[in-house]
């Protein structure tokens, strides 16, 4: 206590190891007070502009990489229809098939091949049937530009078609329009159970690492890079509590895409070509077969799928 009889809890008390009275501290807090919010001002002022200049550079490189990359001149080909277990298709006879469909984005839509048997909801609808020996009916609703906020409709028509079992590869256009992680993983949650309780077997390919997109320049590449990461492993999460099979692109595809560009990346440089897509459809297919019931697990490696 100090000779006035209120207690020196003030920080300069501390700060002076209690050799002054309470005028004095109170004097000195007020000093010390004074200088640190000038300083804290200096500081946010500074912490500001560089903020501000970061985010100028991050906006002049995303719409630097939009006009680099492009628009799409047309719509990826579509070859919907039933495969038979020979490789053949699509067909229109044969026993009643396995519904397999796709859901999802530009590159679940098969954007950057060039002809129909390219495409990524073929290699899967005959990798199915292959492994199953039936035929596979192959729905694609996927669509160029989709954020999972347009999944709802697509998942709608999945299962208004009595769809089997569905690949969802979803997220990279949620990391380019900025949507939140929360907000992403939570519409994507909702549209696996919709589908889970249809008696869907599901499987989500999650988002791909953004680091593999050399169009878009640093530092711009590193933040988007940093945000897909986090968003493929909180869809992973949240896929696999859902009820979902899960294959972490990330992982799995992306390291390969980051060292062989020239050679997986069709010619916008941002979406797959064919090889690309036959390398993901590989990786993919163990957890398709899982979903749908051929195999009774998709982890024969362990590591790729759950």
């Not at 903020?51 to 047309?74: C, D, F, K, M, W």
């Not at 495409?119 to 199953?132: C, H, I, N, T, Y």
């Not at 549209?191 to 869907?200: D, F, S, V």
Request: one cysteine or more.
């Amino acid at each position: 206590m100090s000779q006035s009889g209120r207690g020196v809890s003030n920080p300069s008390y501390a700060l002076m190891q209690g050799e002054v009275h309470v005028n004095d501290a109170e004097g000195s807090w007020a000093m010390v007070t004074q200088r640190g919010t000038r300083n804290m001002m200096l500081f946010a002022g500074a912490l500001g502009g560089i903020v501000a200049g970061a985010y100028g550079v991050i906006t002049h490189q995303s719409n630097l990489a939009r006009e680099i990359i492009g628009l799409p001149e047309s719509d990826p080909p579509r070859a919907d229809g039933v495969y038979l277990p020979d490789g053949s298709g699509p067909v229109s006879r044969g026993e009643r098939p396995l519904r397999f469909a796709m859901l999802g984005d530009s590159m679940a839509a098969g954007l950057g091949v060039d002809t129909p048997d390219q495409l990524p909801a073929v290699m899967s609808a005959k990798g199915l049937s292959e492994e199953s020996g039936r035929p596979v009916r192959c729905n694609t609703y996927a669509v160029v530009g989709a954020t999972t906020a347009d999944l709802a409709a697509q998942v709608t028509a999945a299962i208004s078609d009595g769809t089997d079992v569905a690949l969802v590869i979803i997220g990279g256009n949620d990391v380019t329009s900025r949507m939140t992680i929360g907000s992403s993983v939570n519409l994507l949650t909702a549209q696996i159970r919709r589908l889970r309780r249809a008696g869907i077997g599901v499987v989500v390919g999650t988002c791909p690492d953004m680091a593999a997109i050399k169009p878009i320049p640093q530092p711009l590449r590193t933040v988007a890079s940093t945000w897909s990461l986090a968003l493929a492993k909180a869809q992973r999460t949240a896929a696999q509590q859902a009820g979902a099979h899960t294959v972490l692109l990330s992982e799995v595809i992306s390291p390969e895409f980051v060292q062989r560009a020239d050679e997986l990346f069709s010619g916008d440089h941002f979406h797959p070509n064919a090889i690309g897509y036959e390398g993901a459809c590989a990786v993919m297919l163990p957890a398709l077969c899982a979903a749908a019931g051929i195999w009774r697990s998709a982890s024969r490696s362990g590591m790729l799928y759950s």
